[in-house]
T-cell receptor, first 111, second 111 residues
Framework: NAGVTQTPKFQVLKTGQSMTLQCAQD?????MYWYRQDPGMGLRLIYY???????DKGEVPNGYNVSRLNKREFSLRLESAAPSQTSVYFC??????????FGSGTRLTVV | TQLLEQSPQFLSIQEGENLTVYCNSS?????LQWYRQEPGEGPVLLVT?????EVKKLKRLTFQFGDARKDSSLHITAAQPGDTGLYLC???????????FGPGTSLSVIP
């Protein structure tokens, strides 16, 4: 099915461990985004990539890094996970200036 | 500071009732989007409105963009249990900006 694919769907990490969340889209969209969603906080932008080869910080970038590997793929890395990073992470893509297509999310728990 | 406010925050109604949810801002947007998010899934784009005063209908859902392009409303007629979910509005200031999400209205339709 066309859309945004995120892996893994669930993950439990110990404090200090690292991991990479993967995201791929097959809609030839220029822009890709990583959000986290927490109760009462809404969707908060972590990093985004307006086009292949560019990345920029969003509202809450601390503790994360990203890589726009090619036009299709945009990964999010947690170098040293902390309990405050327990959240649901969503990847999204869009053609410039239009609505977003979201993946189904990664539910991350850091213990 | 939330640039987009949504009200009410929570809404629980009986099947068959009508309801309206609101999205308000002090900022002007070039377009405004509405998404629905079901439990365990990512948000799904319902509609984009771009012209002040514009009204769009999607079956039992009616979306309106305010004349000054600072606010929007979503009206659901004869709500059904399948309408249950989190309704998010999102504003775009220019075509090359990132979308700004509101905190959402959580709707529960009781059979």
């Amino acid at each position: 099915n066309a859309g945004v694919t995120q892996t893994p769907k669930f993950q439990v990490l110990k404090t200090g461990q690292s991991m990479t969340l993967q995201c791929a889209q097959d809609m030839n969209h220029n822009s890709m985004y990583w959000y986290r969603q927490d109760p009462g906080m809404g969707l908060r932008l972590i990093y985004y990539s307006a086009s292949e080869g560019t990345t920029d910080k969003g509202e809450v970038p601390n503790g994360y890094n990203v890589s726009r590997l090619n036009k299709r793929e945009f990964s999010l890395r947690l170098e040293s996970a902390a309990p405050s990073q327990t959240s649901v992470y969503f990847c999204a893509s869009s053609p410039t200036g239009y609505g977003y297509t979201f993946g189904s999310g990664t539910r991350l728990t850091v213990v | 500071t939330q640039l987009l406010e949504q009200s009410p925050q929570f809404l629980s109604i009986q099947e068959g009732e009508n309801l309206t949810v609101y999205c308000n801002s002090s900022s002007v947007f070039s377009s405004l989007q509405w998404y629905r998010q079901e439990p365990g899934e990512g948000p799904v784009l319902l509609v984009t409105v771009v012209t002040g005063g514009e009204v769009k209908k999607l079956k039992r859902l009616t979306f309106q963009f305010g004349d000054a392009r600072k606010d929007s409303s979503l009206h659901i007629t004869a709500a059904q249990p399948g309408d249950t979910g989190l309704y998010l509005c999102a504003g775009l200031k220019t075509s090359y900006d990132k979308v700004i999400f509101g905190p959402g209205t959580s709707l529960s339709v009781i059979p």
